[in-house]
């Protein structure tokens, strides 16, 4: 159907213009190959990883697949520590140690390895269809020379100007991330105050701004939403939180659990996990952390909150884990990655064919 011919299913040879969201901790070497077995691009989320872990993931989804594959990173600014908060964000923090038996205080820190040339030159001997990023793109030269490989080049921008910045510095395919989208949002320019866009006034806007495909996100999860961004111009959709409940997801059973039963009016932006804002179903831990805004620079709150997420986890507990979740949790189902594509197809041509 012509749906399917879109500018983003020729560039990266795939059935349908669907991409499975890279969501670091949730995706695994099987969901990203199934979902590109199924027609969408299959994506691996790497920004928590060293290269070693990164080619050993890349590597099992390719050996699972010969369809087109995504890898992601961070390309955040460095954070600055600041001793004096870390001192008042570890007394905010330790009740929830003591409630859930964290064990040891761990002290803010930033683990997410930076994207140099060793990663860059990682990412090349892999050769993943695309290398894709969040909060910006890296340097310009590692840009250039993963274009010069043949990968093809992905980032989020939340404003029509970081998509115009994205495609002046390389980008060959720009997500628009609506403020409905779970986890981090990837905004990286200033914002002067304002708040983040919705997807439906966002994509337009940003389809107008340039001239590669623009992929929609936030609060897409199911036909109507596939159908409604096309619509609007996009050239595809990327879907994350309709993956989070399938058996491929490296996500706790709590999470999957919570994002099966939320209605999607039971989500929220929180910077209390990592420092930046990220949107996810409403806990204990972040409605009582709801009053706080100073917390140290992202990503440095990973490594403080690391326990207690953990240990809520494995109590069963929803209290404290990041229930990372976009505002379309209330249509997700409990499915396989396979079974959320080919309902997402089917929905897509159900809701075209009623226009």
């Given at each position: 159907?012509?749906?399917?011919?879109?500018?983003?299913?020729?560039?990266?040879?795939?059935?349908?213009?669907?991409?499975?969201?890279?969501m670091?901790?949730?995706?695994?070497?099987?969901?990203?190959?199934?979902?590109?077995n199924?027609?969408?691009?299959?994506?691996l989320?790497c920004?928590?990883?060293?290269?070693?872990t990164?080619?050993?993931?890349?590597?099992?989804?390719?050996?699972g697949t010969?369809?087109s594959?995504n890898?992601?990173?961070?390309?955040?600014?460095?954070?600055?520590?600041?001793?004096?908060?870390?001192?008042?964000?570890?007394?905010r923090?330790?009740?929830?140690?003591?409630r859930?038996?964290?064990?040891?205080?761990?002290?803010?820190?930033?683990?997410?390895?930076?994207?140099?040339?060793?990663?860059?030159?990682?990412?090349?001997?892999?050769?993943?269809?695309?290398?894709?990023?969040?909060?910006?793109?890296p340097?310009?030269?590692?840009?250039?020379?993963?274009k010069?490989?043949?990968?093809?080049?992905?980032?989020?921008?939340?404003?029509?100007?970081?998509?115009?910045w994205?495609?002046?510095?390389?980008?060959?395919?720009?997500?628009?991330?609506?403020?409905?989208?779970?986890?981090?949002?990837?905004?990286?320019?200033?914002?002067k105050?304002?708040?983040?866009?919705?997807?439906?006034?966002?994509?337009?806007?940003?389809?107008?701004?340039?001239?590669?495909?623009v992929?929609?996100?936030?609060?897409?999860?199911?036909?109507?939403?596939?159908?409604a961004?096309?619509?609007?111009?996009?050239?595809g959709v990327?879907?994350?939180t309709?993956?989070l409940?399938t058996?491929?997801?490296?996500?706790?059973?709590?999470?999957?659990?919570?994002?099966?039963?939320?209605?999607?009016?039971?989500?929220?932006?929180?910077r209390?996990?990592s420092?930046?804002?990220?949107?996810?179903?409403v806990?204990?831990?972040?409605?009582?952390?709801?009053?706080?805004?100073?917390?140290p620079?992202?990503?440095?709150?990973?490594?403080?909150t690391?326990?207690?997420r953990?240990a809520?986890?494995?109590?069963?507990?929803?209290?404290?884990?990041a229930?990372?979740?976009?505002?379309?949790a209330?249509?997700?189902?409990?499915e396989t990655?396979?079974?959320?594509?080919?309902?997402l197809v089917?929905?897509t041509?159900?809701?075209?064919a009623?226009?």
């Amino acid at each position: 159907m012509a749906w399917r011919d879109t500018p983003l299913t020729r560039l990266l040879n795939i059935d349908y213009p669907i991409i499975q969201a890279p969501m670091a901790g949730a995706t695994t070497p099987a969901m990203a190959a199934a979902a590109a077995n199924a027609g969408a691009m299959g994506s691996l989320g790497c920004a928590m990883m060293g290269i070693e872990t990164m080619t050993a993931e890349l590597r099992s989804a390719q050996a699972g697949t010969n369809r087109s594959l995504n890898v992601n990173f961070f390309v955040h600014d460095r954070p600055v520590p600041d001793e004096d908060l870390n001192a008042v964000v570890a007394a905010r923090l330790a009740p929830w140690y003591y409630r859930l038996g964290a064990g040891v205080m761990q002290s803010p820190a930033d683990t997410i390895p930076a994207f140099d040339e060793l990663f860059c030159e990682a990412v090349i001997t892999c050769r993943p269809t695309v290398a894709s990023f969040h909060f910006g793109l890296p340097d310009a030269i590692l840009v250039e020379r993963l274009k010069a490989a043949g990968i093809l080049i992905l980032s989020s921008a939340t404003s029509a100007a970081e998509a115009r910045w994205l495609e002046d510095h390389g980008a060959d395919i720009i997500v628009a991330q609506g403020a409905e989208a779970g986890g981090h949002n990837g905004w990286f320019l200033p914002r002067k105050g304002a708040d983040l866009t919705g997807t439906m006034a966002l994509v337009p806007r940003v389809v107008d701004a340039v001239s590669v495909p623009v992929v929609a996100a936030g609060g897409i999860a199911d036909g109507r939403g596939v159908a409604a961004a096309l619509m609007l111009g996009a050239a595809g959709v990327q879907v994350g939180t309709a993956f989070l409940a399938t058996p491929e997801c490296a996500s706790p059973e709590v999470h999957k659990q919570a994002i099966v039963a939320a209605t999607g009016d039971d989500t929220m932006a929180t910077r209390a996990y990592s420092g930046r804002l990220a949107r996810g179903v409403v806990n204990d831990f972040s409605r009582q952390m709801a009053d706080h805004s100073d917390w140290p620079d992202f990503p440095l709150m990973n490594v403080a909150t690391g326990p207690i997420r953990a240990a809520s986890a494995k109590a069963g507990l929803p209290d404290a884990v990041a229930l990372w979740s976009g505002q379309g949790a209330g249509l997700v189902r409990a499915e396989t990655t396979a079974e959320v594509i080919t309902r997402l197809v089917a929905e897509t041509e159900a809701a075209l064919a009623r226009i």
